[in-house]
């Protein structure tokens, strides 16, 4: 009994390890990306939520760093897949589901670029760190892709509940920030369109015309 467990863990324990931490990996940056939006949209706004909801923020997208990075590396022990360095690092170079296995090293070099730039903001500008931190959807959309379609886990009963349960949630904050920035945009572009009013001079006593007194008879 002990050594079959030892042959299966020697035959499928880098298996299972790129297979849990790709599942963490993906758990991780669905609550990042979530709470993301939900506080661009301010979904939520009780005071001092929003410090808490940052921190969470901040802490999840790290974490799913850390479990991307497992995910890649614990695939070069796999002595059935064997994929080389070149098959973790290079998008699409990896033989097996090529396509799925290229969204995940793609969205794994997207997540790092954007999570470490966090800390470089004021080097590059809130403004422009702002825009380019709303491709952080294309990470979770790109994970996803990964894990439906390169993932073992894929066609399990709770993987899918998750995914029901999980996508039209991210999906509907994201629709309601591109909305809400629309009519935000809008309502800038209507206020710099309109004519500004003249100033009108406050009148003082002084200036007013004297009202005439009539004398009594």
């Given at each position: 009994?002990?050594?079959?467990?030892?042959?299966?863990?020697?035959?499928?324990g880098?298996?299972?390890?790129?297979?849990?931490?790709?599942?963490?990996?993906?758990?991780?940056?669905?609550?990042?990306?979530g709470?993301?939006?939900?506080?661009?949209?301010?979904v939520?706004?009780?005071?001092?939520l929003?410090?808490?909801l940052?921190?969470?923020?901040?802490?999840?997208?790290?974490?799913?760093?850390?479990?991307?990075?497992?995910?890649?590396?614990?695939?070069?022990?796999?002595?059935w897949?064997?994929?080389?360095?070149?098959?973790v690092?290079?998008?699409?170079?990896?033989?097996?589901?090529?396509?799925?296995?290229?969204?995940?090293?793609?969205?794994?070099?997207?997540?790092?670029?954007?999570?470490?730039?966090?800390?470089?903001?004021?080097?590059?500008?809130?403004k422009?760190w702002?825009?380019?931190?709303?491709?952080?959807?294309?990470?979770?959309v790109?994970?996803?892709?990964?894990?439906?379609?390169?993932?073992?886990?894929?066609?399990?009963?709770?993987?899918?509940?998750?995914v029901?349960?999980?996508?039209?949630l991210?999906?509907?904050?994201?629709?309601?920030r591109?909305?809400?920035?629309?009519?935000?945009?809008?309502?800038?572009?209507?206020?710099?369109?309109?004519?500004?009013?003249?100033?009108?001079?406050?009148?003082?006593?002084?200036?007013?015309?004297?009202?005439?007194?009539?004398?009594?008879?």
């Amino acid at each position: 009994m002990t050594g079959a467990v030892s042959t299966t863990l020697q035959t499928h324990g880098w298996w299972l390890a790129s297979r849990a931490s790709g599942l963490v990996a993906l758990v991780l940056v669905t609550i990042s990306v979530g709470l993301g939006l939900m506080m661009a949209g301010k979904v939520m706004r009780r005071p001092g939520l929003s410090r808490k909801l940052l921190a969470v923020h901040e802490y999840t997208a790290l974490a799913g760093l850390i479990a991307i990075a497992v995910h890649g590396i614990t695939l070069l022990g796999d002595p059935w897949l064997n994929p080389g360095v070149a098959g973790v690092t290079v998008p699409f170079a990896m033989t097996f589901k090529t396509a799925f296995t290229g969204l995940g090293i793609i969205a794994g070099y997207l997540a790092a670029f954007l999570g470490l730039s966090f800390y470089l903001r004021k080097r590059i500008g809130p403004k422009l760190w702002r825009k380019a931190h709303r491709a952080t959807i294309l990470v979770y959309v790109l994970g996803l892709g990964h894990a439906l379609g390169a993932g073992t886990d894929a066609s399990t009963v709770w993987f899918r509940w998750w995914v029901i349960l999980t996508a039209p949630l991210i999906g509907g904050l994201f629709v309601y920030r591109v909305l809400q920035g629309v009519a935000k945009k809008r309502a800038k572009e209507a206020g710099a369109s309109r004519p500004a009013r003249a100033a009108v001079p406050e009148r003082s006593a002084r200036t007013m015309p004297a009202t005439p007194v009539l004398e009594e008879a």
